[in-house]
């Protein structure tokens, strides 16, 4: 009895990304041509007003490794990637990424991640934390948040995960199917974190490999306070309800 070939699928959120999505899909066209395994790409638009879901649409009728998937409204970052998974879970993906389209993650790292998912981790981390990895054009503000957010989580969570903020992810189907996804509800940073977390509890192995990220030169961040402020209660409340034996654990 034969089975499909292992396959991968990028999930790529937008909102307002009409400057930067057809050079990343071109990006991620190379980047698929060096990977160990045959890859997709998922557009999740959230109803952008200045026409990226048109624009992916077009891309989609041009390349059949192109799909989108509509929503008619934005809801934030965790809902359009849980969106994605779910879609990614009722296909036949082996592995399911996530990632920027502002270019702040570098598309040419995409056959890394697999590459690391495929040797046996089962959440793999493009971290900007761990040895060899950086960050670039960032004020000393925007450093001082981000890393401290990270030491926050850690600290929390009792996490050794350097990058627990990071959004530069491949996650190995079985842990997208052990997660109840229905139960997470986090944001922005905060999402990120649960997602890394309940990865943890389950008993998968979470490997960091170092990237640098760089910022966004086209569009406008969607990075705010609101954001920040969720991940510093998020957090723990997280571990609380780990302690309360809410999450679950394998």
């Not at 996804?181 to 990865?199: K, S």
Request: proline share 4%; aromatic share 8%.
């Amino acid at each position: 009895m034969s089975t499909a070939p292992e396959r991968f699928v990028v999930c790529l959120p937008t909102y307002n990304e009409r400057e930067n999505l057809e050079n990343m899909i071109e990006a991620i066209a190379a980047a698929r041509e060096r990977a160990p395994l045959h890859g997709d790409v998922l557009v999740i638009d959230d109803g952008s007003p200045d026409g990226t879901g048109e624009i992916a649409d077009r891309l989609a009728a041009q390349h059949d490794w192109v799909h989108v998937l509509h929503r008619t409204a934005k809801e934030g970052l965790g809902r359009a990637y849980l969106a994605g998974f779910r879609w990614a879970l009722e296909r036949d993906y082996a592995f399911i990424l996530e990632m920027d389209c502002d270019f702040s993650h570098d598309p040419g790292r995409i056959p890394d991640l697999v590459a690391t998912a495929q040797a046996g981790a089962d959440l793999v981390i493009g971290s900007r934390y761990t040895h060899g990895g950086g960050v670039r054009d960032w004020s000393l503000a925007r450093r001082i948040i981000s890393r401290g957010g990270c030491l926050y989580a850690q600290a929390f969570l009792q996490l050794k995960v350097h990058d627990l903020t990071g959004g530069f992810k491949c996650f190995r189907r079985p842990v997208l199917e052990a997660i109840d996804l229905d139960d997470v509800t986090a944001e922005g940073y905060a999402f990120q974190i649960e997602m890394t977390y309940r990865t943890s509890l389950l008993g998968f192995r979470i490997q960091e490999v170092p990237i640098t990220f760089t910022d966004r030169v086209a569009g406008g961040s969607k990075m705010s306070r609101r954001i920040v402020a969720e991940a510093s209660w998020r957090v723990p409340s997280l571990r609380v309800r780990a302690l309360r034996h809410e999450l679950p654990r394998r």
